[in-house]
């Protein structure tokens, strides 16, 4: 366990244990400062929700695939966990990869330089394995965006937040929607893993929408295999979250069942008041049909009356996708808010 000293703060940076290494008082500090912070935050709470002590040491020791996540907490004269930060190093994709981190802050505790601190820690980490870049998501208007603003980083792409009041929603419509299905369309729906007889087709799919990024990763091959798709819905699993997925199928020229497009839904600790919208896509070929509009309302039915227990859905949209904005906002969702993007380039 590694630990640095802010001399002027008095502000210690500790880097957890991984695994078994990971101590219970570690995970209390890490909870405490979550729970402290949805409380107080609105945008936190709104996207992250105000978690349980069990899933956030469900998600401490339990590994996420694709990737190593490292953290560290920042720590007072009294020992008491004031800020935490999350850095994430993807499986590396050509020659300088970006890496993805959060720093949190308590309430109290900020504009003390506890966030510079563990900028320091995990910029340090990033660069010692190579990263290019250094990328990160705030809220606007939070104390993170102004953060991220002071210490360099430049402002990216603009996400809208939306979130739908169950409600109010129109659910005869919703019904009406999903029973105008696109002709020569089925829809199938899981929870968790993707069936056995649709993994491949699933595969293809998600390699079809999530398309490289560039010539670095585009040389990598393929994103998603097998072993992706379900160690995605397995680590959720280990979260205590389900990970419902809904998809419109059509038959290839050979007859077999293509996934034309598909759209999820994670319940965080299994169920509860919030569920977050994840991905939705269409295949290319299959755009222009109404699939979108079809596959997420068909998810909102099958969620709506299988989980009563939830009150509201969130998501994130890019602001430059205005066509699923319009297809979360034609079935009820309304816009709360905006995140952005920030990325420092590293030397």
Not at 96 to 108: K, S
Request: hydrophobic fraction near 45%; aromatic fraction near 4%; charged fraction near 25%.
């Amino acid at each position: 366990m590694a630990q640095q000293r802010n001399q002027d703060e008095d502000i210690a940076v500790v880097r957890l244990g991984e695994g078994p290494a990971l101590r219970e008082d570690e995970i209390d500090g890490w909870h405490g400062l979550e729970a402290a912070c949805a409380a107080a935050d609105k945008e936190h709470q709104a996207m992250q929700g105000i978690p349980s002590r069990k899933r956030t040491a469900a998600v401490l020791r339990s590994p996420r695939p694709g990737g190593r996540t490292l953290r560290w907490t920042a720590r007072d004269a009294r020992g008491e966990t004031v800020g935490s930060a999350w850095l994430r190093l993807p499986d590396a994709v050509g020659d300088r990869p970006a890496a993805r981190f959060r720093i949190t802050v308590h309430p109290e505790h900020r504009r003390r330089g506890t966030g510079a601190a563990l900028l320091a820690a995990v910029r340090a980490e990033a660069v010692a394995d190579g990263r290019g870049s250094l990328e990160s998501l705030a809220s606007e208007g939070s104390a993170a965006e102004q953060a991220l603003t002071d210490w360099g980083f430049a402002p990216g792409a603009r996400l809208i937040r939306l979130r739908l009041d169950v409600a109010g929603c129109d659910r005869e419509a919703l019904r009406a929607t999903v029973r105008a299905a696109s002709e020569g369309y089925d829809l199938a729906r899981w929870q968790g893993v993707v069936p056995a007889d649709l993994t491949a087709a699933y595969v293809r799919a998600r390699n079809a929408v999530d398309e490289p990024a560039g010539p670095a990763q585009a040389a990598q091959g393929a994103l998603w295999d097998a072993a992706a798709v379900r160690g995605l819905a397995e680590s959720g699993a280990a979260h205590g979250d389900a990970l419902l997925t809904v998809a419109a199928l059509h038959p290839d020229e050979q007859g077999q069942e293509e996934v034309a497009g598909f759209s999820e839904v994670v319940l965080r600790g299994g169920g509860g008041p919030q569920a977050r919208q994840s991905s939705t896509a269409v295949v290319r070929s299959h755009r222009g049909r109404g699939l979108g509009l079809w596959v997420k309302a068909a998810m909102l039915q099958w969620l709506l009356g299988a989980h009563p227990e939830v009150a509201e859905v969130v998501t994130i949209c890019a602001e430059s996708n205005h066509h699923m904005i319009a297809i979360n906002e034609q079935l009820g969702f309304e816009t709360v808010g905006g995140e952005r993007e920030f990325t420092l380039t590293l030397a």
